[in-house]
């Protein structure tokens, strides 16, 4: 008997030639999770652990071109957004979003850990008046909130005011990654009604790259199996907590998480 197909979950974002994060990172989750992963590359980066050396937006004709191949034949479960790189590829992409039915997070992706820009400084209004908007759930780190909003968060206390001014843009839920303040790794989800926060703690390993795009697609991958927004953050942070516990030295510079954690035996 043929077996069913399993939940599938497009990623929207770019290549990270590293393969630490971007299109690398959500693939890898998504297999990892147990979901079929498939992608529309937006850019490509030529990308290390010591940086970004190089960015290639494609046109937008190509991005939609392989989001229709996507969506028509294949079909979706579930969308994740990372780096959109400009203003012209936001506005397609939120415009192909808005004619989805499939749950859609939203990595608003500003700079890269090295604080290279991957997305241009005049996307940010596309960003906050078409794309937020199409978000069942939005997934901005503390620069990224200063960036759309304007609110500036020096502790977990000012993650509340943080989360509600995301949520004015117009995502249905909003999550706040307090991964770049001290102390236990602590992030908030709200949709304005329920809120939840979600607490771990912080390993001490610099080997972190990609845990953003990681934690996003995880999502994606969660909810697209069914579970519902509060479950599937859940789940998800407990999957890229495991992955950076086990982040491991790769180049010069910053390594992975890995993303295959679950399945390593001791010493492999
Ligand atoms: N050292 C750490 N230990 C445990 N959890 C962490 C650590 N650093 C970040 N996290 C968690 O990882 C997730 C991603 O948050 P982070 O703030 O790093 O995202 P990001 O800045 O968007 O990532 P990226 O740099 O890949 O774009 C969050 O759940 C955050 O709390
Ligand atoms: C392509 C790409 N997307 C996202 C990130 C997140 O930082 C990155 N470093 N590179």
């Excluded at 304005?192 to 697609?217: E, F, Q, V, Y």
């Excluded at 992955?243 to 399945?263: K, N, S, T």
Aim: proline share 5%.
């Amino acid at each position: 008997m043929t077996r069913q197909a399993p939940p599938r979950v497009l990623t929207v974002a770019g290549s990270d030639s590293g393969g630490g994060a971007g299109i690398q990172a959500d693939l890898k989750a998504m297999l990892a999770l147990g979901v079929h992963g498939m992608s529309v590359v937006t850019a490509v980066t030529a990308q290390n652990s010591l940086g970004v050396q190089g960015a290639w937006e494609l046109p937008a004709e190509a991005v939609r071109a392989q989001y229709r191949s996507v969506v028509d034949d294949i079909g979706v479960q579930a969308v994740k957004t990372g780096m959109l790189a400009s203003a012209g590829l936001v506005e397609a992409v939120a415009d192909l979003l808005a004619g989805t039915d499939a749950p859609v997070v939203v990595d608003p992706v500003g700079v890269s850990k090295h604080g290279d820009s991957l997305l241009a400084a005049s996307a940010l209004e596309a960003v906050r008046r078409e794309l937020l908007p199409t978000a069942t759930v939005a997934t901005p780190n503390l620069d990224e909130v200063a960036r759309l909003t304007g609110v500036r968060v020096e502790s977990e206390d000012d993650l509340p005011r943080a989360a509600d001014a995301v949520l004015a843009l117009g995502p249905r839920w909003a999550l706040v990654k307090g991964g770049h303040l001290a102390g236990d790794a602590v992030d908030l989800l709200t949709d304005g009604a329920a809120t939840h926060w979600l607490r771990a703690p912080r390993h001490d390993n610099r080997h972190t790259h990609g845990t953003g795009c990681t934690l996003a697609s995880a999502v994606a991958a969660e909810l697209a199996k069914g579970l519902d927004v509060p479950e599937a953050v859940a789940a998800a942070k407990a999957y890229v907590t495991g992955a950076i516990a086990a982040g491991f030295p790769l180049g010069g510079g910053i390594g992975p998480v890995d993303h295959a954690w679950q399945r390593r035996r001791p010493g492999g």
